[in-house]
């Protein structure tokens, strides 16, 4: 059998693996596989499972060829195929940062002792905060992509593979226990503490991950009429997590309302109090899905729409997640396109905050017109003609080095903004709410944090209306998490808060389809 070597951060894994299967299929062996990405779950789509690899494995064939596009320093790992010895470099660092929730503040009823974990589970992104129970001081934190990336950018990648492959389901499951092992004990590190002191952990994500975290088969959210197995919102003993805890460990699942609105909207939402509002509220939280909610203290409503990846740069051409090397603002100076670089240096890609920005300038620009239309060069303003490439569907505009946006990548940003624009006025007709009516409208979650309002209105992703009620509030999911760690009555509020959310489907919804419809024009 050959030998995989795994590069990563100064450590060198050896592990043998059966001639012919792919590096991927390697990485996810060596349990490294979570500093890899593959948005498409390792099913040769998405072009974006790039590594480094030297030695034997098999010349790319003409499908991976076609995916490189020229890329030729490097393989797609799902693709490549390991004849012999070989080695393969993961990327450093992630270079993910935790996403704040300093907004909040959080008070320990002194009723507990020892330390406690409070975990966001993001599709993305995991992070974890750890506190003194007692004073409610919050000691360290710990963050890093989520451990399940290899087996998809998004819910349904994930739901997919574990129903597609033997132990699809339990691989995923043993990846995001092992990183919360690894988080708490990072975490713990940096606050000269240990795990074992830890007697108490509460955990929010969304209905996906909570299923997945706790081994519960996904499948039945993946088709209508979208059943999850449980809803969560109990205490289970963490024994059998083996996270390195106290003995008699309680570990909390904090409760979801649907299928697709999960733990993490509700701890979000009992985090900004959203039922002691007298005046209605709108929630946001934008990733790779849209879950939304409106309401006051009378009651809540909630849904969710499937914006897709493209909002954290998972299938656009030159997107990235928000690490070093990622244009991140995009502006324009008397008449001319500005961009700025994540740690400065030459740009490699796009992350979120970047893409949006690029397609408000083109939008102000008349570079990409009201149905979304990238005009080439014989068309667009002269200014820009010498950045521009291509025909009909295949045009490309350079915006810095050998960053590139295509037509291809605009209608997916369209189709992205399209369902969470279309999510929110559905909503708010549904309930009879006028955006000017809103008391707050509360943008949760990483790619909300450093999204520029102005151009979040400018693509139309939501009404301007809002922007006056805007308040950017971060991980609410961690903080409505650590809030259940320090309070008995955040439990109960947590607990109230589920129970007062109705969910609206918008699948099949007539008003749904045709709000969508509307909201793919730009204004
Ligand atoms: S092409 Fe390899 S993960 Fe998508």
């Given at each position: 059998m050959p030998v995989l070597t795994v590069l990563y951060n100064h450590t060198r894994l050896e592990i043998q693996v059966d001639a012919g299967s792919t590096v991927l299929e390697g990485l996810r062996l060596s349990g490294l596989?979570?500093?890899?990405?593959a948005p498409c779950g390792g099913?040769?789509?998405?072009?974006?499972?790039l590594v480094t690899v030297s030695g034997a494995v098999a010349a790319p064939d003409a499908r991976e060829q076609a995916l490189l596009a020229g890329k030729s320093e490097r393989r797609l790992a799902c693709l490549a195929r390991i004849e012999g010895a070989c080695t393969v470099s993961l990327a450093e660092d992630d270079g993910l940062t935790v996403v704040e929730n300093s907004v909040f503040r959080f008070e320990a009823d002194g009723k507990r002792r020892g330390l406690g974990a409070a975990v966001d589970i993001g599709t993305t992104t995991v992070a974890l905060y750890l506190y003194d129970l007692r004073t409610g001081v919050r000691l360290a934190t710990a963050s890093g992509a989520n451990g399940q990336r290899s087996y998809g950018a998004d819910v349904i990648s994930r739901i997919q593979y574990a129903m597609e492959h033997v132990d699809g389901l339990s691989v995923q499951t043993a990846a995001i226990r092992a990183q919360l092992r690894q988080l708490l004990r990072e975490a713990c590190e940096k606050a000269r503490r240990t795990p074992e002191e830890v007697t108490a952990v509460a955990v929010a994500g969304n209905t996906v991950m909570e299923h997945l975290l706790t081994g519960l088969d996904p499948s039945g959210i993946a088709a209508a009429p979208f059943t999850p197995r449980s809803l969560f919102g109990e205490s289970v003993s963490a024994e059998e997590y083996d996270l390195g805890t106290a003995p008699g460990t309680a570990l909390y699942i904090a409760p979801c309302v649907s299928g697709y609105v999960g733990g993490d909207i509700t701890a979000g939402l009992m985090a900004v109090k959203a039922l002691e509002k007298e005046q209605p509220i709108l929630f946001v939280d934008v990733g790779t899905n849209g879950e939304m909610a409106v309401g006051d203290h009378r009651g809540l409503t909630c849904c969710a729409t499937a914006a897709g990846p493209a909002f954290e740069g998972g299938s656009i051409s030159c997107g990235m997640a928000a690490s070093p090397g990622a244009i991140d603002r995009v502006w324009v100076e008397d008449g001319a396109l500005r961009v700025s670089v994540l740690g400065g240096g030459e740009a490699i890609g796009v992350c979120g905050s970047g893409l949006v920005d690029t397609l408000a300038a083109l939008l102000e620009l008349e570079i990409v017109d009201e149905t979304g239309r990238l005009q080439p060069a014989d068309e667009a303003p002269g200014a820009y003609a010498d950045r521009l490439e291509g025909e009909g569907g295949n045009v490309r505009f350079r915006l810095s080095g050998d960053v590139w946006i295509t037509a291809e990548d605009i209608r997916k940003l369209q189709l992205a903004k399209a369902a969470v624009a279309a999510g929110i006025e559905t909503l708010l007709e549904h309930q009879k709410i006028l955006p000017e009516q809103l008391g707050a409208f509360y943008l949760a979650g990483g790619f909300g944090s450093y999204l520029r309002p102005e151009s979040a209105v400018r693509i139309g992703l939501f009404p301007a209306a809002l922007l006056d009620r805007l308040q950017v509030v971060g991980n609410s999911a961690g903080a409505g998490a650590s809030m259940l760690l320090l309070s008995d009555k955040a439990g109960e509020d947590l607990r109230r808060t589920k129970e007062q959310c109705t969910y609206l489907e918008l699948s099949g919804m007539a008003q749904f389809n045709n709000a969508y419809m509307m909201c793919m024009m730009f204004e």
């Open positions: 596989s979570h500093h890899a990405d099913n040769g789509l998405c072009g974006k499972c």
